[in-house]
């Protein structure tokens, strides 16, 4: 079948590989247009625009796909069908209908679960044990399309979102060959969502990200994990924020008793933080301004006094 594919970051690149190596042509690209990022502020190429460019597939790379020339661009590529993974921009109501079969999205939870931009954090956020991707039919709502295809992953007790949304973009690139080959032979049969389950996943803002050491260790554990590597779990250390990779929460017999909310231990081989229920032991931390480092170095350079805390 022709395929339009319509995607941006590095997630959504296991996908069009994926569609590119099948028996289907993917006949044009929709992606976000180059933006500045990174401390250089240098302008950057959306990963499913150099991929798709190095495949020979054209791309389209407006602001809006309500731009003047996009609908018709649309139109003479001609597709059966429209990709969309982790593309970034609304799809207007008056393209829905421009593929002959519409607009299957690829995304990241088992839905209704976690409808919105940041299903994987939320998962993780919330302890959940088994998470999925499903392909479902583009409309006018916020991810209550009918569901074409799904697929399970269990969610690690370890995982940071980075580390399982990386697995579900390869797990659900195969879902999203299998959803078209499926649409070509006529052998899907749309399923509506249900009412029940429905929850929501906005996007997890800076804020969002900020620790508070008056949680259990577990609830810090999860927020840490699920805004690793975005947008990264931060605390404050003597007026500066530091920002804290994964941390490891500690068994009861092992935890330092009397150890408050936020309080440190540093000792030669591990930095251990109290929490409102146990104590966590830090990983990676990064001062501001620098590169990531060991706890330990970072706390060997800091030096911290009896009884100082994270904020």
Known sequence: MRVVFAGTPDVAVPALDALLASEHEVVGCLTRPDARAGRGRRTRTSPVRTTAEAAGVPVLAPYRLREEGVAEQLRAWDPEVAVVVAYGALVPPELLDLPRLGWVNLHFSLLPRWRGAAPVQHAVLAGDEITGAVTFVLEEGLDTG??????????????????????????????????????????????????????????????????????????????????????GAWTTWRGERLRVGPVEPLAASDAPEDLGAGELLAGRTEVVVGTAGGAVRLGEVQPQGRRPMPAQDWARGVRPRPGERLE
């Open 146 to 231: 009918p569901v074409l295809g799904r697929m399970t992953e269990r969610v690690r007790p370890r995982d940071t979102s980075g580390d399982l949304l990386a697995r579900l973009a390869v797990g659900g690139a195969q879902l999203v060959v299998a959803t078209v080959d499926g649409l070509e032979r006529g052998e899907l049969v749309p399923e509506p969502q249900t009412s029940d389950g429905v929850s929501l996943a906005p996007k997890l803002t800076t804020e969002d990200a900020r620790i508070h050491w008056s949680l259990p260790a577990f609830a810090v554990d999860r927020r840490v994990r699920a805004c690793t590597p975005a947008p």
